[in-house]
């Protein structure tokens, strides 16, 4: 797989396809991009290239448990330099839970390098606000606290990157315990000084100064309930809606491979709507 240098960071990431227009999909959570990885070359067979990458602190890519920003900033900024550097500007954004959140960012940190978005899965609400900022953040500064990076390298996600980078075990176990404490208590100080809902993160007004084409696939668990996606079709102008032949399920969180039967409709829809976007571009020139 292909290692990029974005800022310093060593970043995991591969393409699909050879035409059409460039889609960045960013996965949810914390997690590797191998999830989405059947549905890319899906992507790519309806005619776009596909660009997944695994975060810094996540996946195989090399864990850095520093900067001033927050992590979803810091991330959305390695993005653009990563999309730069394969010559793939201006692209569409998308992405899943805290990845669309994160395309989001990227948006309104670097609007002239975003086509379009597309917004599966938002996050928003109660039960995600009393949920994430521990799952992210809480969980490994309390294990930090207790066994310092021992313990955090323990931590059934740090043994997922570890796994998938060995190296990043020697990066983790060099830090100072009370450094990674600071930065993750950094970090999750930025996370909670955003709205809960219906977009975790961002303000309605936010949601509103969107200018691009948006499409907008509602989740179906608690902390991706179609309520978020809704509301936030309501928010951002002239955002188009998907629904998938899905319903609500009671239950904290679904994979995203519960989705893989309507991964076909949706490549057809993705790409659809990036080919309608571009070409409508086109005619404006």
Same mark, same amino acid.
């Given at each position: ?161 570890? !796994? !998938? ?65 809704? !509301? !936030? ?24 491979s519960d989705w893989a039967p309507h991964e076909p409709a949706m490549a057809r829809k993705f790409v659809a709507f990036m080919h309608h976007v571009a070409g409508a571009a086109a005619q404006q020139q």
């Amino acid at each position: 797989m292909p290692i990029a240098d974005i800022r310093g960071v060593k970043i995991h990431y591969q393409t699909f396809g050879d035409r059409g227009p460039w889609f960045a999909f960013v996965t949810g959570g914390r997690r590797g991009f191998t999830e989405f990885v059947p549905l890319a070359q899906k992507l790519a067979a309806e005619g776009c290239r596909v660009l997944l990458h695994d975060r810094r602190n996540t996946g195989a890519s090399e864990v850095v448990i520093a900067g001033n920003e927050g992590e979803e900033e810091i991330w959305a900024d390695d993005l653009v330099v990563l999309l730069g550097q394969l010559n793939a500007l201006p692209a569409f954004i998308g992405g899943t839970s805290s990845g669309a959140r994160m395309s989001m960012l990227v948006y309104l940190r670097h609007p002239q390098q975003v086509r379009g978005l597309i917004l599966a899965r938002i996050t928003g609400g109660a039960f995600a606000a009393g949920r994430l900022p521990n799952m992210y953040y809480g969980q490994f500064i309390k294990a930090a606290r207790e066994g310092g990076m021992a313990a955090v390298c323990a931590t059934e996600q740090y043994q997922e990157r570890i !796994a !998938a980078n060995p190296a990043n075990r020697d990066k983790l176990m060099a830090m100072d315990p009370a450094e990674y404490i600071r930065v993750m208590e950094h970090w999750l100080a930025i996370f909670l000084q955003g709205p809960r809902a219906p977009v975790m993160g961002l303000t309605d007004a936010q949601l509103g100064s969107i200018k691009v084409p948006t499409l907008i696939v509602p989740g179906n668990d608690n902390t991706h309930a179609s309520g978020n996606g809704l !509301a !936030a079709h309501k928010l951002i102008p002239g955002s188009e809606l998907f629904q998938l032949p899905i319903q609500d399920q009671d239950v904290p969180l679904l994979p995203f491979s519960d989705w893989a039967p309507h991964e076909p409709a949706m490549a057809r829809k993705f790409v659809a709507f990036m080919h309608h976007v571009a070409g409508a571009a086109a005619q404006q020139q």
